[in-house]
């Protein structure tokens, strides 16, 4: 059985810093997985925000993300991150971790085989 579970979420003020782990366990976490990160906010659709490949060649943010966050995997913990930086009220949201069998960095969620079940990201003004 496959598991994804997220940690590191919290009450952060703005221009705080943060960083996510995604412990996954039941796949073979180096074999073509790409892990990726989502979030959604109340009240609007999950969006992407950054992934990861399998051999680590291809790295893909949202422009939200883009110079703020930074995403990791350490295929010998079979642990992926998102450390974040420089967080904004607009940051606040339950954040997802993803894997995605042959999805090569996708930032749609449909190529995603295995979610999380969030941590929650609280981000004061």
């Known amino acids: 059985q496959v598991q994804l579970v997220e940690s590191g979420g919290g009450l952060v003020q703005a221009g705080g810093t943060l960083r996510l782990s995604c412990a996954a366990s039941?796949?073979?976490?180096?074999?073509?997985?790409?892990m990726g990160w989502f979030r959604q906010a109340p009240g609007q659709e999950r969006e992407f925000v950054a992934a990861?490949?399998?051999?680590?060649?291809?790295?893909n943010y949202a422009d939200s993300a883009k110079g703020r966050f930074t995403i990791s995997r350490d295929d010998a913990k079979n642990t992926a991150y998102l450390e974040m930086n420089s967080l904004k009220p607009e940051d606040t949201a339950v954040y997802y971790c993803?894997?995605?069998?042959?999805?090569?960095?996708?930032?749609?969620?449909?190529?995603?085989?295995?979610w999380g079940q969030g941590t929650q990201v609280t981000v004061s003004s």
């Open positions: 039941g796949l073979t976490f180096s074999s073509l997985y790409t």
């Open positions: 993803a894997a995605g069998f042959d999805a090569w960095g996708a930032a749609t969620d449909v190529k995603y085989n295995y």
């Open positions: 990861i490949s399998w051999r680590r060649d291809i790295t």
